[in-house]
């Protein structure tokens, strides 16, 4: 069970990153470094709360999207990650 959702919280902040790409370059390394020390600070969560914590990477990554105009289809993939 943990090795499963470890290779959840891996797909996601792979996807993160895949969409901080998409952002405007002045904004790419701030986003960049705000994921990785959310991921690395949650690594120890308990396992019972990850599901809530998969919810809310996707619902900042929206926000974060859209406070920048990008498409919130660009998130799909996150949201089948977060989600599945």
């Known amino acids: 069970m943990f ?6 919280a891996l797909r996601a ?3 993160v990153l895949r969409l ?3 952002l405007p370059k002045d904004t790419r390394p701030y986003y960049a470094k705000y994921a ?3 991921f690395v600070n949650y690594r120890d969560v308990d396992p019972n709360d ?3 914590l998969f ?3 996707y ?3 929206l926000w974060v999207l ?10 799909n993939k996150l949201k089948g990650v977060c989600f599945d």
């Open 59 to 61: 619902t900042h990554a």
């Open 36 to 38: 990785r020390e959310n």
């Open 13 to 15: 902040y792979g996807e």
């Open 3 to 8: 090795a499963i959702e470890m290779q959840k």
């Open 66 to 75: 859209n406070k920048y105009s990008v498409d919130e289809a660009a998130a």
């Open 55 to 57: 919810k809310r990477t």
């Open 20 to 22: 901080v790409r998409r």
């Open 50 to 52: 990850l599901q809530d």
